[in-house]
């Protein structure tokens, strides 16, 4: 990372100048359920900038959580390739951390201050007992859960428990953090609250995250690029800037008007997709 | 990477701002393949029961293998197909089913005791605080007990006969079926209580209507524990006094065929020994838990 | 419509400044004697008591045959006498010896089987084929056998007690991992995790609460059959020597004697033994790992 911003310095760039951190050239992602074989995307190609607030974007069933998988390297593409500065993804690591929507992406067992020294400690960041500590303990405090250091994730709150979640993927710093709906499961109030303090976060060190949501509200105040998905399977509709916009404009002409004209990109041909997901419920 | 908290403000890499675009029509996913189905093979294979069977059959070959191949002394380890006639004769030309049967009806009767029993002491438990006490006070202490160790006792109280063996079963049974009740009506969720009550439901129907199927996970993993004590308690029994009682069911089977040194007799008794536990198992309680827990999604 | 009630407007308003509370009693503390009956051990020592009492009272004034029922004083007496001069603690330790050899092997061969079920499909069908058919058959039945094969002796009760211990501790072990949320593995991945440290650092304490519940039931089976075995062994060895019989052989001997408070003075000691495990042992377990980790299994 810090060549490429050493070259930055000074002014903005334009996008030939600078590499992309993360490639993704004509990726089909496919998966097995009970029944079916099923193509989650279709020859999806995109790229991420330093500093990129990259969101992928789009309904249920268009492989957006899949495609995150894939980067992350739970899964390998069926075609396409993905490149992480240059070099292709073969298997998870700690280069690429992931925050999941779901709760018990905390170890149970771990306390919050142990939950970052163990992605610390395995994860090859650091193999010191001391200084794992004092990471963890400086992300804690950055996330404002100073108090609850040594507390067992059980007895948190849910939107307490994504902050730990945040927090062990910043320690990380990892070159992209990747996050899947992580805001998905949190009240209305709490989910406002994070969306702000992550973008606080993001103003401290400008790290690359790539960000999935089904919400255009979120994707517009959250992303500074978004790209558009349709559905059954993935395929990118549009890619649009949205660096712009964020809590202050909700409600206002512009955010508006991007935020009808993304509507109207994912629901012009809207596909019924209830019976594959019922045939394999079944 | 240096740590963020080095890092100079101005020297943070920037947006890369870059052109918009807008896919106007997309082109036609080519696979042909965005959701097929598994081919034959796959699906037979999947299927569970084929590769346990696969397996089964495998097993059982191994052990006829064994024995035809290095001649086992019989007496030690008979070949499958011996014991498996030895089961099939004493299944349809001796008596084997007239000592399953006994078993079958002094375990019925012990079950079935002991599941009324702890029906009324979870009852008192629920009514007053001091039945409660008493329930995890008796169940921690009683549950540790192993029924056959009241063997002994109980065939002084009640002599030689089906009432000390329905006795030791009640033993059994009664505990772990309190115990994990107890547990489960403890567990049920405040919410579904106020429920109940919003809905005007008092005493009795409000622990048939909203307890017992609220802590149904519990009541039948409670139910499966006091089964699988009272038929190792049962078995173990008869195996230790089926010879002072005389008339034995299918643990006495076992015992007498050891001692007569039929070993292939031993094993027709094992075999009809798994069967039984297996139908219980995998066909009652199965089916039951398939009937409710599972069905509504509640399984533990 | 003209009947259905309608909006009925009032005027908006706002407090500008939100009173005190006034009651003390907000948060009130218990008075002690609401805090003595409300401790668990408190309210159970007090039935215990009672229903010793009921005992020995009923025995006296009945005047029940010792036979049938001794009085509590004479069992406790009995149990003292036994502790202090008939080496009962010799014959404890005798059973325990045994259970906890047949239970460490027991672990060792369910761990084999766990790993591989949990690494491969073919070790994961051999395992259910085998704890389907296994885990319902009583590990006493297989006592006959086992005499058969290993004779009169410790070995053939370690053969049962294995039986007894490997598919309940298997089959949840197997269970705990297939269970493992989908999450935490991506998540253990993600880090880097791979192999046997994977396996230790995060299947194990993901599947803790599965398989402490398949070591307590792999305990109380051993128990069980162990109990058992002696017993049997009772009566198939009358010439045992006193001190190199177990706590089963004491009851069965001591009744075959006719020494009821001796047989209840056994029970006793097979109670301590089991609420020493369970209550102390696991408990001590749980609460240092799955109760404080908000992990344990409804």
Request: aromatic share 10%; glycine share 8%; with cysteine.
């Amino acid at each position: 990372m810090a060549k490429t911003q050493n070259s930055a310095a000074g002014g903005k760039p334009a996008a030939e100048t600078i590499e992309p951190i993360l490639n993704v050239d004509g990726v089909t992602l496919q998966y097995k359920t009970k029944e079916h074989l099923i193509t989650a995307t279709y020859r999806v190609g995109f790229d991420v900038f330093p500093a990129d607030r990259f969101v992928l974007l789009g309904p249920s069933g268009c492989g957006k959580s899949t495609l995150l998988k894939g980067i992350a390297g739970y899964m390998k593409p069926v075609e396409g390739a993905i490149r992480l500065k240059g070099r292709e993804i073969s298997d998870p690591g700690p280069d690429r951390v992931m925050v999941f929507q779901e709760f018990d992406q905390l170890l149970p067992w771990k306390t919050v201050k142990q939950n970052i020294t163990f992605a610390l400690r395995n994860g090859k960041k650091t193999d010191n007992a001391a200084e794992a500590d004092d990471i963890a303990m400086e992300y804690i405090n950055k996330v404002k859960l100073t108090g609850f250091a040594d507390t067992y994730p059980h007895m948190l709150s849910g939107g307490m428990k994504q902050r730990v979640a945040i927090a062990r993927g910043m320690a990380m710093e990892p070159d992209v953090l990747l996050m899947d709906e992580p805001f998905a499961a949190l009240d209305a109030l709490t989910r406002l609250q994070m969306q702000k303090e992550l973008l606080q976060l993001w103003e401290d060190t400008h790290f690359t995250v790539l960000f999935v949501t089904h919400s255009i509200e979120e994707a517009l105040i959250v992303g500074s690029r978004i790209l558009v998905l349709s559905p059954h399977p993935g395929q990118v509709k549009a890619e649009l800037n949205a660096h712009h916009l964020n809590h202050d404009n909700v409600g206002q002409k512009g955010f508006a008007d991007v935020q009808q004209r993304i509507h109207d990109m994912l629901f012009a041909d809207r596909i019924l997709e209830d019976e594959i997901q019922a045939a394999d419920r079944a | 990477m240096s740590t963020s908290s080095t890092r100079k403000k101005d020297s943070l890499p920037e947006l890369v701002i870059r052109p918009e675009f807008e896919l106007s029509d997309i082109e036609q996913a080519q696979t042909g393949d965005v959701a097929r189905k598994l081919s034959l093979v796959e699906r037979i294979w999947n299927i569970n029961g084929v590769r346990k069977a696969v397996i089964l059959l495998t097993l059982v070959a191994a052990w006829q293998a064994y024995t035809v191949g290095l001649d086992v002394e019989p007496l030690m380890l008979p070949r499958f197909t011996i014991s498996f006639v030895a089961l099939y004769e004493a299944l349809f030309h001796g008596d084997l089913i007239y000592k399953i049967w006994f078993s079958v009806k002094v375990l019925l009767i012990g079950y079935g005791a002991g599941l009324a029993l702890s029906a009324v002491l979870i009852l008192w438990a629920t009514a007053n605080r001091f039945g409660s006490d008493f329930i995890s006070m008796a169940t921690a202490m009683f549950n540790p007990l192993p029924a056959i160790a009241l063997l002994p006792l109980a065939m002084l109280w009640f002599g030689l006969g089906t009432a000390s063996l329905v006795f030791v079963l009640i033993h059994s049974v009664l505990w772990a079926v309190a115990l994990s009740t107890h547990n489960g009506f403890e567990n049920v969720s405040q919410t579904l209580r106020m429920i109940g009550r919003n809905y005007g439901l008092h005493g009795i129907r409000y622990v048939a209507k909203i307890l017992v199927p609220a802590a149904l996970p519990s009541i039948l993993a409670g139910m499966k524990i006091g089964w699988a004590f009272a038929w190792r308690t049962l078995i173990g029994a008869e195996l230790v006094f089926g010879a002072s009682s005389g008339s034995g069911g299918l643990g006495w089977f076992i015992f007498e065929s050891s001692q007569n040194l039929e070993t292939e007799g031993v094993f027709a008794g094992l075999f009809a020994v798994i069967l039984i536990g297996i139908v219980v198992e995998n066909v009652v309680f199965r089916n039951v838990e398939l009937k409710t827990v599972n069905r509504w999604g509640m399984q533990s | 419509m003209s009947n259905v009630p309608n909006i009925l407007t009032r005027p908006e308003f706002e407090a500008s400044e939100i009173g005190k509370a006034v009651t003390s009693d907000v948060a009130r503390k218990l008075t002690l004697f609401e805090r003595i009956s409300d401790m668990h051990s408190v309210r159970k020592l007090t039935i215990l008591v009672l229903l010793v009492a009921l005992w020995e009272l009923y025995t006296r004034w009945s005047e029940v045959s010792p036979l049938i029922l001794p009085r509590f004083s004479s069992t406790a007496y009995a149990l003292y006498l036994a502790v202090a001069g008939e080496q009962l603690l010799i014959m404890v330790w005798n059973s325990v010896t045994v259970l906890i050899a047949g239970y460490i092997i027991g672990l060792v061969i369910a761990t084999i089987l766990t790993t591989a079920a949990t690494t491969t499909r073919f070790g994961s069908d051999i395992l259910s084929t085998l704890t389907a058919m296994l885990n319902p058959l009583p590990a006493i039945a297989l006592l006959p056998l086992a005499l058969l094969w290993f004779g009169l002796g410790a070995d053939a009760i370690i053969f049962t007690l294995l039986h007894s211990v490997i598919w309940p501790v298997a089959l949840n072990a197997h269970v705990g991992f297939m269970s493992v949320s989908e999450t935490q593995r991506m998540v253990g991945r993600n880090y880097g995790l791979k192999g046997l440290i994977y396996v230790g650092k995060l299947l194990i304490p993901a599947a803790f609460p599965q398989i402490l519940m398949g070591l307590k039931i792999g305990w109380a089976y051993a128990w069980r059959t162990l109990i058992a075995a002696e017993l049997v062994f009772g009566g198939s060895i009358s010439d045992t020597t006193e001190t190199s019989g177990g706590l089963g052989w004491f009851i069965f001997a001591n009744q075959m004697d006719l020494q009821i408070p001796h047989v209840f003075a056994g029970l006793f000691m097979v109670i301590l033994v089991g609420v020493f495990v369970e209550n102390v042992i696991f408990n001590f377990i749980e609460n240092r790992t799955v109760r404080r980790w908000g992990m344990q299994a409804r």
